[in-house]
């Protein structure tokens, strides 16, 4: 599969226009042969900065598209509209060709992976960093490959310890084993341990080299990539730290297989997020899932994790694509705040699939979200997720929380919201008491279906 993303900046007076041009050609656009989808991606501060993300069978149909009358006309029409010339990525299935992330992601069984890696990078020694669960599950699949006098440093699982304290036991088993700047660490783990670990190493005699191995759903779609590392910090979430990349990302979905289900479910929310901002297609396919027991992983991760790569490829400094990864989790990131300090605990996706059910509900009232695109949406969160009782949380923090956002700039609260499934408009803003309604229609929802949690 091919994506291609064009990035176009219009005249202000010919905004319009374009618009008008877009919603008349998609359609025929959509069912030209060997595409799959074709979406606009909106930025509502800058009306007029959109960009195209389309989805190709192969390189073949997108010449083919290219060389067609259709295309042709199309740009014609389109050219005198621009204020600056475009911009044009094409991606293919995993690995972007022209994107600033250039390490390599690779898939399969993580043993010969790493053997390979370490055969090719000859480090002068390895370090693996784990919890204690991964210690458990995972470490055992990939010790063999390792050189026998590497250094295994454990850790307490969770995400209580991402912090400066873990930092230094980290750094001090370093210190004690002698580790020189030719040394290589593997980080074998969820979020946390990726994260933390790829941070210490960063930081460890002004960065050495890391890999990440990512065994936990989240962390393979998501926190493996894009750069971001670090740790918390008084109580604020990855307060500390530092963009950098690894060696390499290793992603093996049979660790998945030893994954607590809530874990599995946490992370399934953010597979269904980059389906909905990007993918109308692979949406379709995940609603026919009768549970998470019949996900075909080695299917699923890597389309999904593509969708990332090729957001943060076409913004790797986050100035304002990248922002579409924030649906559901404007309203999302408050309610997981909200209920640390309660006792019915949520974890990161279980948050989000709310904040996805009140931001899709936003989304119709203000981005055109079509009703019945609304109700599926609901309907197939809830099946998977179940409901949470959101009424033991005070409101009034709830939305003191989302005020306090650091990505809200000037009024009203920022939110990514959708205008249909499969894209994504940046930059929309929404008040308090839509907000509160769209927590309203959540518990209204929830109180219709009366669907207890799944535990
Ligand atoms: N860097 C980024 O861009 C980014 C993006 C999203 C999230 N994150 C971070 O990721 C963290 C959450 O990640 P997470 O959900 O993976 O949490 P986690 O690392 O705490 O893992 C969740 C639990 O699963 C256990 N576990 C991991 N792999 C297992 C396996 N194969 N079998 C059995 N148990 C296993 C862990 O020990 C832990 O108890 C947060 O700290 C969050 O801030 C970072
Ligand atoms: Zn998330």
């Known amino acids: ?28 656009i959509r069912s030209f042969p060997g595409c799959h989808h074709l979406a606009l991606w909106r930025d509502r501060a800058q009306p007029h900065v959109m960009c195209t993300y389309s989805l190709w ?9 290219r060389h067609a009358e259709l295309f042709r006309d199309t740009w014609a029409q389109t050219k005198p509209l621009f204020a600056a010339r475009p911009r044009a990525w094409s991606f293919d299935t995993v690995w972007p060709t022209e994107a600033s992330l250039d390490y390599p992601i690779y898939f399969g069984q993580a043993a010969p992976q790493l053997e390979q890696l370490l055969g090719q990078h000859a480090p002068s020694s390895v370090a693996v960093l784990v919890d204690t669960h991964t210690a458990l599950y995972c470490y055992p699949h990939i010790r063999s490959v390792l050189p026998a006098d590497h250094l295994l440093i454990r850790i307490p699982a969770g995400e209580t310890h991402k912090q400066l304290d873990t930092c230094q036991y980290i750094w001090s088993q370093m210190l004690q084993a002698q580790l020189d700047r030719q040394a290589l660490l ?9 994260d933390m670990g790829g941070f210490c190493a960063h930081c460890w005699k002004r960065g050495i080299r890391f890999v990440q191995v990512p065994t936990t759903l989240l962390a393979q779609v998501d926190a493996s990539t894009g750069g971001k590392l670090g740790v918390d910090f008084m109580d604020v979430k990855n307060i500390i730290g530092a963009f950098g990349d690894p060696l390499a990302v290793v992603i093996d979905t049979t660790f998945l297989r030893t ?26 396919q995940l609603i026919q899932l ?12 890597p389309h999904s994790l593509a969708i990332k790569r090729q957001i943060v490829a076409a913004d790797p400094y986050e100035r304002g694509l990248r922002k579409a990864l924030n649906f559901g989790h404007t309203i999302g990131h408050a309610i997981e705040s909200a209920a640390l300090h309660t006792t019915e605990s949520l974890l990161h996706g279980e948050a989000i699939a709310i904040g996805m059910i009140c931001e899709s509900w936003l989304s119709a009232k203000k981005a055109g979200l079509p009703d019945d695109e609304l ?38 609260v920022n939110f990514s919201l959708l205008p249909h499934i499969g894209a994504v408009e940046i930059n929309h803003t929404a008040t308090p008491e839509e907000i509160q309604d769209s927590l309203a229609y959540y518990m209204e929802t929830c109180r219709q279906q009366d669907t207890a949690k799944p535990h």
């Not at 069978?57 to 598209?65: F, H, I, K």
């Not at 009782?389 to 939305?399: E, G, K, Q, R, Y």
Request: aromatic letters at 10%.
């Open 375 to 412: 109700q599926a949406i609901t309907h197939f969160l809830l099946r998977i997720f179940g409901c949470y009782p959101l009424n033991n949380l005070p409101i009034a923090d709830l939305l003191a929380l989302m005020a306090n956002d650091k990505k809200n700039e000037g009024q009203g």
């Open 186 to 194: 593997i980080n074998l783990g969820g979020g946390v341990i990726g």
């Open 57 to 65: 069978e192969s390189e073949a149909a997108l010449e083919a598209y």
């Open 290 to 301: 009768p549970t998470l027991d019949a996900a075909d992983w080695t299917q699923i991760v």
């Open 259 to 284: 994954l607590p289900p809530a874990q599995l479910r946490s992370g399934f929310a953010e597979v269904v997020k980059h389906a909905l901002i990007a993918d109308a297609e692979h949406w379709q």
């Open 1 to 28: 599969m091919i994506t291609r993303i064009v990035w176009m900046q219009f005249r202000p007076e010919a905004v319009n226009a374009f618009l008008a041009l877009f919603h008349e050609r998609a359609p025929r």
